[in-house]
């Protein structure tokens, strides 16, 4: 980049010394650090203005990618990770009746009754039939024999809420089917569910740990709690269950989204008179995203292991925000939404901009899965009234079938199947 015209350093430094004012040291110094700020004037503007740069406030596909030591081969990734790829993240959804599903829900035994939407009454199909396609380049086919054969020998764990154990099924039910009856199981054990491939010596596993630290919403069946409460500091309550593992995915969001603010233990659970604090919502995320990549950094060998976080998931409990009934959700729902520029009033910017100061200090090797803005377009997705309901409907309920739609969870096969798609081409080809 070219200085301004009207400045010429060298004429306003001959003129101080002919006044004798400043010591041509101090010029010299001067005139470099002009030099530098013109020539790198951009680089610097990106490195510490990011976060006040309005691409990183209105577009979140930039804000976080693979942190990782340049020349360092990643760990799994079999593409060549130095070759500027474009964002798989942004694209748009086409589509395919010939490729998706990529499973049948009757098929796969080990979803939920709280996701299998065609076997609850879910009268269309096609929620299932829509393909992601990224701007400027293709993702790679889900590889299931590549995927296998890579978990040989290994741990694979997801960590978080249920989305996270929705998404951990749909990669159980994109596998499973390449490995014998017999050879595969799975078992539940606390907060931990494990998946086994018994020929590969592999586990698939998801961990419950709705907000990674350790709260009183930790039991994996009792949870439902309102008046929710995290312990500050207590990572390692939860994360000694995740030691050892080779690829781990972590996700944590919708169960800090209570108000604007949210309570702290500082002490212990068992203290008789417990020290609780309130804190802005967004600076009580941002203390678990920070506890979060410090386990990281402790635990996981970057050369040997891939950490990867997942976006906030959006949900479309307001039909008014795509301009539909003021009064509806995603109840009834079977298309998408078509403006390219949409966001939910139920997915918080500002968690994301924490998202995105916290990495983009840290150099711990994480893999951020940006799947916020593409599954906001899918209020056609979600389980809605086709779910197991744990609870018997009451009249007023069945009368009103937006009273008890679930706008959160998504049905599978679906959305789901797609995130795990965007795991595959970050883990092997990054």
């Known amino acids: 980049m070219k200085p301004p015209p009207s400045f010429s350093p060298s004429s306003s430094s001959s003129a101080l010394l002919r006044k004798g004012r400043v010591s041509p040291y101090l010029i010299t110094l001067l005139a470099f650090i002009l030099f530098v700020t013109i020539l790198y004037g951009e680089d610097f503007r990106c490195i510490f203005g990011a976060q006040f740069d309005s691409r990183y406030t209105s577009n979140y596909q930039t804000i976080s990618s693979t942190i990782k030591k340049k020349g360092e081969r990643l760990a799994f990734a079999i593409g060549d990770s130095d070759e500027k790829k474009c964002d798989v993240f942004s694209g748009r959804w086409v589509w395919d009746e010939e490729s998706r599903p990529l499973y049948e829900e009757s098929e796969c035994p080990y979803i939920q009754p709280q996701l299998t939407c065609?076997?609850?009454?879910?009268?269309?199909?096609?929620?299932?039939?829509?393909?992601?396609?990224?701007?400027?380049?293709?993702?790679?086919?889900?590889?299931?024999?590549?995927?296998?054969?890579?978990l040989r020998g290994k741990r694979m764990m997801y960590v978080g809420d249920s989305l996270n154990r929705g998404q951990y099924v749909s990669m159980v039910c994109l596998l499973h089917k390449l490995i014998p009856e017999n050879a595969k199981s799975m078992e539940t054990f606390g907060s931990l569910t494990i998946f086994t491939a018994k020929d590969y010596n592999a586990t698939i596993e998801f961990y419950w740990a709705p907000f990674l630290l350790e709260s009183n919403s930790d039991d994996a069946v009792v949870h439902r709690i309102s008046d929710r409460i995290v312990r500050k500091g207590s990572i390692n309550k939860h994360g000694k269950h995740w030691k050892g593992v080779d690829i781990i995915v972590f996700n944590t969001y919708l169960w800090w989204m209570t108000g604007l603010e949210f309570n702290i233990l500082q002490g212990s659970f068992e203290d008789e008179e417990k020290d609780i604090v309130r804190l802005p919502t967004e600076d009580a995320y941002r203390m678990a995203m920070k506890s979060m990549l410090r386990w990281v950094k402790k635990n996981m060998d970057p050369k040997k292991t891939r950490v990867f976080f997942t976006s906030m998931s959006p949900s479309h409990g307001k039909s008014i925000d795509w301009e539909g009934n003021p009064n509806g959700n995603c109840y009834n729902e079977t298309s998408m939404i078509q403006d390219p520029e949409y966001w939910g009033s139920d997915t918080r910017k500002s968690i994301m901009q924490v998202i995105g100061e916290v990495f983009r200090k840290s150099k711990v090797p994480i893999t951020f899965l940006n799947i916020t803005q593409l599954s906001s377009y899918r209020k056609d997705a979600h389980t809605s009234i086709y779910k197991k309901q744990w609870s018997p409907l009451t009249p007023e309920q069945i009368a009103n079938p937006v009273s008890y739609a679930d706008c959160v969870h998504w049905c599978l096969p679906g959305l789901q199947d797609t995130w795990n798609e965007l795991l595959f081409s970050k883990l092997f080809y990054p």
């Open 118 to 150: 065609q076997e609850h009454g879910r009268p269309d199909k096609d929620y299932q039939h829509w393909r992601w396609q990224p701007h400027g380049c293709d993702l790679p086919s889900f590889n299931a024999t590549l995927m296998l054969e890579s």
